[in-house]
Nanobody
Framework: DVQLVESGGGLVQAGGSLRLSCAAS????????IGWFRQAPGKEREGVSC????????YYPDSVKGRFTISSDNAKNMMYLEMNSLKPEDTAVYYC???????????????????WGQGTQVTVSS
């Protein structure tokens, strides 16, 4: 069975930083496109980063570009999301995902993925 388990969420003041982790089992993170999504109450799920398996390129939407960084540790089968300069509008449940459409050259991250974590809450206070 595939399992993705996020950790690292919490409450942080605006301007602060958090690092989310996602431990994968049953699937190898370096064999697929991987990504992070978030969903705020009353809003659609939004892709905030992805890594293309084919060439290692990354994609970020303008809302997080320059502040968020996605990475992976293939030896540990982990993926990470480093979030800096956090804003109240970053408040959401964050999910890691594996096997999704990720086309950095076209600024595209798909809305669907084959595997999802259970989510971790990030709350940014003003």
């Amino acid at each position: 069975d595939v399992q993705l388990v996020e950790s690292g969420g919490g409450l942080v003041q605006a301007g602060g930083s958090l690092r989310l982790s996602c431990a994968a089992s049953g699937v190898t993170v370096d064999a697929y496109n991987i990504g992070w999504f978030r969903q705020a109450p009353g809003k659609e799920r939004e892709g905030v980063s992805c890594i293309s398996y084919s060439d290692g390129r990354t994609y970020y939407p303008d809302s997080v570009k320059g502040r968020f960084t996605i990475s992976s540790d293939n030896a540990k089968n982990m993926m990470y999301l480093e979030m800096n300069s956090l804003k109240p509008e970053d408040t959401a449940v964050y999910y890691c995902a594996v096997e999704l459409i990720c086309l950095p050259g076209l600024n595209i991250i798909g809305k669907h993925a084959d595997y999802w974590g259970q989510g971790t809450q990030v709350t940014v206070s003003s």
